[in-house]
């Protein structure tokens, strides 16, 4: 995830981890990766999001918890939460 987090901050796009079948809240560990990483993109002026909320506004109930994540630039993660709004029906 870092390298591809460092990938995306040099290039610019957006990074995602969405829910699946086999893991439905997400895969990546909530403390060990998506806030570390949500942190450091927002400092750089990006967004971290988990589709409903902020991924730094996710307060975990236990050490383990996993997490779905988006982020990048904030226009890239508005566009993508304006196509999860148009298409939430879907």
Not at 25 to 43: D, I, S, T
Not at 63 to 80: A, C, M, N, P, Q
């Amino acid at each position: 995830m870092v390298a591809d987090v460092h990938r995306t901050m040099l290039n610019g796009g957006i990074f995602l981890y969405p829910p699946t079948k086999d893991a439905p809240r997400g895969k990546l560990r909530y403390l060990y990766e998506c806030a570390p990483m949500a942190f450091l993109v927002e400092q750089a002026g990006g967004v971290a999001t988990t589709g409903k909320v902020p991924v730094l506004d996710v307060v975990p109930t236990d050490i383990h918890d996993r997490s779905v994540i988006y982020l990048g630039s904030k226009f890239d993660v508005e566009e993508l939460l304006s196509f999860f709004e148009k298409y939430k029906d879907d």
